[in-house]
């Protein structure tokens, strides 16, 4: 069966989201298992902490606002760590 | 604002850049000239001054590329990553690399590479990115910014003066005082004979020489120490420490000032403190430290008080009895007091003003005097 559409753009959002927080939010590169999860603590920590750092408003959700961001062009380099 | 950690700047004022490429998108006198303009935002608000080169090694070398282009950091394609740059230092630091899979522009109309040189120059000069949104250094591009009107955002100011200053005085912008320095806070000359240290610990295979605001950072793998202000890698700790030891089965360095006590872990101010010094079991007496030093092989902590030293059990967690003793009772030729210790390639090195003594803790006794600031290559 053909997959859902949905589901595969839910998915790569989903590897925005893993990329971004490891490029700029120091999100550990092994936490792929938290990210599939998205409630999962170490994940809404650093949504969370990118929400507060780019002026959103801090939900730690992914609501359209921060995957707008995500979406935005910026920067390469990190926003927190060394 | 935010600087990298460490704080990394130029030592000196007067920086050369090099364009070593360029993109096919402008005419060659368009990105020199938008380069130029970016440079100079950032000279008229500092004492930096900058000027070009055209072949080898310049501090800011400038380039255009796309996807995997030689520093592990790949461009992404067009959009997202634009463009990123290196904190200041030798090599690729200091450098700025733009991704040629965007349109540069002049204007608004693609990707302006005045505004995204601007922002990257900030980075190759030790600014990192800014929370505030308003400013050049928030990491989002607002492709919406006025050209015409551009200026720094005061946090940009503050930041990148934060760093190397105001611009010199002239006639037509004279400095204005800011308000007074608080005393203790001036720089202390690394060579001067009279130099005494507040404390003194070993780190990670490095020493740190703690002094006012200020610490030296001292790796055996460099002549020179490096100089930084303890608040650029640990903003939540004070100034003018008492005492500083490593225990190195922890990974962790505690350092003392009067009757409390933080612990560091590389560059993380450790969570649950400051705590009392009074928790560790000294007597309600003792109220600051003078010099500290864990000994890893004994697993045992010395603290240094007045003319008296107390030894603290890392295995059990507790001051051992029969503490105080009388320095000179264990350390003889070291008493009365001492400001800081270390150990070091199996000495204890005791700092007392300017002077420090190399002790044999095994045979008991002071086998070399030096001047405290020794270890500076001066």
Redesign the interface.
Known sequence: YPLDGAEKGKDTSMDLVQKYLEN?YNLPKDARQFVRRRDSGPVVKKIQEMQ????LEVTGKLDSATMG?M?????????VG? | FSTFPGMPKWKKTHLTYRIVNYTPDLPRDAVDSAIEKALKIWEEVTPLTFSKIHEGEADIMISFAVREHGDFSPFDGPGQVLAHAYPPGQGIYGDAHFDDDEQWTKDSAGTNLFLVAAHELGHSLGLFHSTNTEALMYPLYKSFTDLAQFRLAQDDVDGIQSLYGPPPASPDNPIVPTESVPSGSETPATCDPTLSFDAVSTLRGEVLFFKNRHFWRKSLRTPEPEFHLISSFWPSLPSNLDAACEVTSRDTVFLFKGNQFWAIRGNEVLAGYPRGIHTLGFSPTVKKIDAAISDKEKKKTYFFVEDKYWRFDEKRQAMEPGFPKKIAEDFPGVEPKVDAVFEAFGFFYFFRGSSQLEFDPNAKKVTHTLKSNSWFNC
């Open positions: 700029y507060k750092f780019l002026g961001m979406h935005k062009p910026r920067c390469g380099v990190p926003d060394g």
